[in-house]
Structure formats: C-alpha cells, structure tokens
C-alpha cells in the first residue's frame, strides 16, 4: 500500500509516519507538507534514510502541485494531518486556518476522486463538539454530539469535517474521519502547553497559565493516536466518524505542576495570566465506538506517558532549543504581550 501523509513534518504527522514505517514494512510513504513554521524537516531525518519514504514540499491548498503530485505518486490511502493547528493563532490571524483547514482539504478530496483515491482520512479534532461544563464530569464527546465550535481553529477544523461528509454522500468519496482530544508526546512545536512549560521551567521563566488554570484537558500519548489512526484506515469502515481518547483528564494547572514535580522547579514559576477568549472549558472524549469496533485500546497511562515525554524533551534539547531560538521569540512576546 502507497500512503500520502499530509502534513508530515508536524507533530503527529512525523509520529505517524514514524509508525507506519515501522509496523508496515511491505507499505511506503509518501509526505507532503509546506513546511510552515510547524514543519521541521530534523524531524523526519530517520525517516530520510528509509527508502520506502519520499517528501514533496507543498501546499495542499495548490491544486496544480496537487495534481502533479497525485498523477506522479497515484497513492492507495491519503491521510490528511496538514493544518494550521495552534488555537491562539487562530484567534490573532484567522485567515490562513480557513485557507489550509478548509480550502486545502477540498483541493485534496478533489485530487482523491480524481486519481481513484481507495481512501482518504480526516484527521480532525474534539475541538469541534466544543465544550463541556467543568460540573459534569458525567458528560462526555460521543461521534453524535452537535458540532459547536469555539475559535476560528475549531470552526475551520468542524467545517472541513462537513465538507468531508459531503463528499462522501455527493461524490461517494471513500472516506474517513477521526477526532482525537488533546495529544503529547515526542516532537510537540513548544507553542502547545506540555512543550511550552516544559521549555520554560528549564530555563526558569515563568509559566503562563490561562485564567485560573481549571480548564480541563483529555490527554492522549501521540503513539496511541497513530496506532488508533492506523486501525481506521485498514479496518475502519467508510463514511464513518471515529472519536480517539484514553479517559486521561486533567486540569491545566495539574499538568502543569506535575512537570514542575518532575523537573524540580518550584510552583512559584507558575504566573497565571489572561484568559485565551473562547477557552473551552472541559474535553472529554468517550473511544466506546473505537474500542469495541476495531479494537482500539491506549498502551500509554498518563504518568508513564508524561514521565517518558518530559524525559524525551530533556534529551532533545538541540531539537527545540533549534525552534525557540528563531522568529519563535518574537512569536511569545507578541502572543503573550498585555496578557500579564
Ligand atoms: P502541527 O502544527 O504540529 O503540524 C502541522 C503540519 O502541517 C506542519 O508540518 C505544517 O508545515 C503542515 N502544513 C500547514 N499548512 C500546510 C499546507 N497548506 N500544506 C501542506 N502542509 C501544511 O500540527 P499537529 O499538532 O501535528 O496536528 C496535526 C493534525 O492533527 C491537525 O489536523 C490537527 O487539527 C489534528 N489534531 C491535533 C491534536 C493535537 O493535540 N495536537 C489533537 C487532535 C487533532
Ligand atoms: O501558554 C499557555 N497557557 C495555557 O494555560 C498555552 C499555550 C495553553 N494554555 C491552556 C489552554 C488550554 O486549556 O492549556 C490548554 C492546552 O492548550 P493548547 O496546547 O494550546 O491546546 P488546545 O487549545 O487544547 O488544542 C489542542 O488540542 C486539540 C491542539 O492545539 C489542537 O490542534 C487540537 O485540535
């Protein structure tokens, strides 16, 4: 099987990538990405000297580099990762998110139906049922909870969602879509939380939580959403919906303080600042389908995933210390400016 990896210099794409090459060995891999200020070619250097792995830098919003792409490669699978992916972006800049989240995943369908695509999967997000209330820990995200959203970010991810299963009633477009709560893990961009604080309690700055820090987060070890991915585009079943997540919730500020545990800093690092607009409150993602359909169940529990990944950043420090030495700086003073 010939796979085409969207946004593959990312964050979960590299991991996905990474697993593919490794649980797959009759498969071969092919990456598109734009390399944004999220893409990092370092990234996928092991995958490089894999000969079943090929990258082609592009948009996936350019229809001609699209065509091209699809007429040279003719793959069996397309899964889509590539997206703008940081929520406060979309709040200072919403434009581009709608370009590539949207736009970019309807010039990819219209590529798939051209050149007889087998399959093409969504990579989508929680983030499009929105929120749920911090008191009701009884409620959870099913497949059939209503889209509503919160940010730009949601908004574009929750539409593409759409125009995804419109493709498939109109078109019959073999396709599938998954929606996965929040990731952590191994080559996360240090925008996010995990690899935010991480980075900045090594150097002892100080820590910016949201409002009052009680917001509440499902987290996933990244290895358990590209093995769940996996299953989908094998075994899962076309047009269907697949939500991802391990029942691992959590409160920024816990999160926070358990990497201050881990590093041994203290929690006077901690300096709470003003709220994200939009915050959503609780993510709770409820996997019944995903378990009991394909089987699907998380090798990760939070405190051995999170030990292992704090462990990771402190030796790959050339990796990120690399991206927060560039345009990153002036990235934190603007996004965090007025915020104090
Ligand atoms: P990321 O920002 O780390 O990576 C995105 C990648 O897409 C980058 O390599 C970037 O260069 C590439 N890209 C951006 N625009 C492009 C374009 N127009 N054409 C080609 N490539 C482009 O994101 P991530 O955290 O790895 O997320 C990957 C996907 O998973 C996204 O679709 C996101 O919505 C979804 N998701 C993320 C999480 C999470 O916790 N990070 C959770 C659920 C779903
Ligand atoms: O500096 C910060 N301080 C803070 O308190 C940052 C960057 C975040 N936060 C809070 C906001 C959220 O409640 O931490 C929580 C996690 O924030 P992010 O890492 O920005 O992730 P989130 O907004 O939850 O969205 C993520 O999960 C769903 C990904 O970025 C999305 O791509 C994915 O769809």
Known sequence: MKLLVTGGAGFIGSNFIFYELEQHPEDTVVCV?????????????????NERF?????????????????????????????AESHVDRSVTDPGIFLQTNILGTQVLMDACRKYNVQRFH????????????LDRPDLFFTETTPLHTS??????????????????????????????????????????????????????????????????????????????????????????????GGHNERTNLEVVKTILRQLDRSETLIHYVTDRPGHDR???????????????????????GMKETIQWYLDHKPWWENIISGAYQEYYEKMYAGRE
């Not at 919003?61 to 889509?80: G, I, K, S, T, W």
């Not at 169940?297 to 939070?302: A, E, I, L, R, S």
């Open 122 to 133: 969504q990579v989508s997000t929680d983030e499009v049922y929105g929120d749920l209330p």
């Open 54 to 82: 090929s990258f082609h830098k592009a948009d996936i919003a350019d229809r001609q580099a699209m065509d091209e792409l699809f007429e040279a490669e003719c793959p069996d699978v397309v899964v889509n990762f590539a």
């Open 282 to 304: 609780r993510y709770a993602i409820d996997p019944a389908k995903i378990t009991e359909q394909l089987g699907w169940k998380p090798k990760y529990n939070f405190d051995t």
């Open 33 to 49: 990405d734009l390399l944004t200020y999220a893409g990092n070619l370092e990234t996928l250097e092991p995958a490089f000297q």
């Open 151 to 244: 940010s730009p970010y949601s908004a574009s991810k929750a539409s593409a969602d759409l125009l995804v299963q419109a493709y498939h009633r109109t078109f019959g477009l073999p396709m599938t879509i998954s929606r996965c709560s929040n990731n952590y893990g191994p080559y996360q961009f240090p925008e996010k939380l995990i690899p935010l604080m991480i980075s900045r309690a090594l150097a002892n700055q100080s820590l910016p939580v949201y409002g009052t820090g009680e917001n509440v987060r499902d987290w996933l070890h990244v290895y358990d959403h590209c093995a769940a991915i996996d299953l989908i585009i094998r075994h899962g079943k076309e047009g269907e919906i697949y939500n991802i």
